[in-house]
């Protein structure tokens, strides 16, 4: 190859780079029809950068099971980046640092857990754990949140 056109592919490819770090990040969630919190979380993920495509299931069940979010690790919502799953409410910040981890599968915060982004609840919050899910089907403690 000569050496303009490799400049050229170059400086191409940099100009996509950042062109990408400075747009949204696209997540794809779904959720039940009539499920007010996780319209909450979407909210979330919008003021934390990321772009949703808002996807309303009739079977949560069967897209959770299809996306291999383990039951123990069951919420409402169930979204994904990059190919891994992000069930329930999850803090935007773990969702960013999920798309560094191929070690997992993906995260949760199982439950519902109070006081989680999309389920403030006068500003009682409890304890709960953000969960990952490694490729040989073992829970990992990602985030540790303190009752409050
Ligand atoms: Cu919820």
């Known amino acids: 190859m000569k050496t303009p056109l490799r400049l050229a592919l170059l400086s191409?490819?940099?100009?996509?780079?950042?062109?990408?770090?400075?747009?949204?990040?696209?997540?794809?969630?779904?959720?039940?029809?009539?499920?007010?919190?996780?319209?909450?979380?979407?909210?979330?993920?919008?003021?934390?950068?990321?772009?949703?495509?808002?996807?309303?299931?009739?079977?949560?069940?069967?897209?959770?099971?299809?996306?291999?979010?383990?039951?123990?690790?069951?919420?409402?919502?169930?979204?994904?980046?990059?190919?891994?799953?992000?069930e329930g409410h999850v803090p935007a910040e773990h969702v960013l640092a999920l798309r560094k981890r191929d070690d997992l599968l993906g995260i949760a915060a199982p439950g519902m857990p109070m006081g989680s982004p999309g389920m403030e609840m006068d500003g009682h919050g409890d304890a709960y754990q953000v969960i990952g899910l490694t490729r040989d089907g073992k829970d990992v403690v990602v985030a540790d949140y303190p009752a409050h």
């Open 12 to 86: 191409a490819l940099l100009t996509t780079g950042l062109a990408q770090a400075a747009e949204l990040i696209p997540i794809d969630v779904h959720r039940d029809a009539n499920c007010g919190c996780c319209k909450q979380w979407i909210r979330h993920l919008e003021s934390h950068g990321f772009k949703v495509n808002d996807h309303v299931e009739t079977d949560m069940s069967a897209v959770k099971q299809r996306l291999g979010v383990a039951p123990r690790l069951g919420s409402c919502h169930t979204a994904v980046i990059d190919g891994k799953f992000v």
